[in-house]
């Protein structure tokens, strides 16, 4: 599975350079529960941190891509006003050139939710972090109790997010996303006002339901909701590579010939 999560995500590169032999694909992941073959049961319970909250910790991956390419891909209702509706209209009609991964710019919240490359999920006291393969990104969730940031905020790239339990579910609110972000690879857009609710729920321990709730009253008539999930991905480590020049690079060279 994880050379399959390989192949796709060489198949979206433009160019690679440079050798992943020296990189974790292959070490077995430590502590995890394993079937008598050893292969992980992904059905075993989800583990529990010291507090008793659900642990979303390891790395996961989304494994298909059609919520990357379309987040309501599956035939959710989206209302838009005019405007949203026809910039979204002109990117399909372009097919998305101007999306900001062509100019090597990363993604944002929704489409790494629903991107198909693996991502590191880190749940310590107070903070989840996310590390994306790629572009070399990550997102900060805090679940310490602080209040979003008053306005007026300064946009950033991922926006501000606030996290919280509701039993076994982590409730993650997000505002002050850029603008020029898009919802996902399709072009959907945002305006200032959007917000995200992010509910993650993991049933077992090969899996997390993610159910994304978009809500921006300057874009769209009344919010919606997007539901897929991630699979864990057992006995490897993500991948380092950048994107430089709208080109993606294996950024670990081999070694020069005269030095080997």
């Not at 070490?27 to 292969?39: A, D, K, S, V």
Request: charged letters at 25%; glycine letters at 6%; proline letters at 9%.
């Amino acid at each position: 599975m994880r050379r399959q999560a390989i192949a796709s995500v060489l198949a979206a590169m433009v160019l690679t350079t440079g050798s992943v032999e020296a990189q974790w694909l292959n070490y077995p992941t430590p502590g995890i529960p394993r079937l008598p073959n050893g292969n992980p049961d992904l059905n075993a319970p989800a583990p529990r941190t010291a507090d008793g909250k659900p642990d979303l910790s390891g790395i996961w991956r989304t494994p298909t891509q059609k919520y990357l390419e379309n987040l309501a891909a599956d035939g959710v209702e989206v209302l838009m006003h005019p405007w949203a509706e026809q910039l979204y209209k002109q990117r399909l009609a372009n097919e998305g050139r101007d999306r900001p991964s062509a100019a090597c710019l990363p993604h944002s919240v929704t489409d790494f939710d629903a991107h198909f490359t693996p991502k590191k999920v880190l749940q310590l006291p107070g903070l989840v972090v996310m590390l994306f393969e790629s572009y070399r990104s990550y997102r900060q969730i805090h679940t310490d109790g602080r209040p979003l940031p008053p306005e007026p905020r300064e946009p950033s790239w991922f926006g501000y997010s606030i996290g919280k339990w509701e039993g076994d579910t982590l409730e993650v609110e997000t505002v002050g996303v850029n603008e020029k972000t898009w919802l996902d690879d399709a072009g959907h857009p945002h305006s200032d006002a959007l917000r995200i609710i992010e509910r993650f729920q993991r049933p077992n321990f090969g899996r997390i339901d993610v159910q994304v709730t978009i809500e921006d009253a300057k874009a769209y008539k009344k919010p919606w909701t997007a539901r897929f999930s991630w699979e864990f991905v057992a006995d490897t480590e993500l991948l380092d590579w950048v994107c430089e020049n709208n080109r993606y690079f294996d950024i670990i060279p081999k070694a020069p010939s005269s030095a080997r």
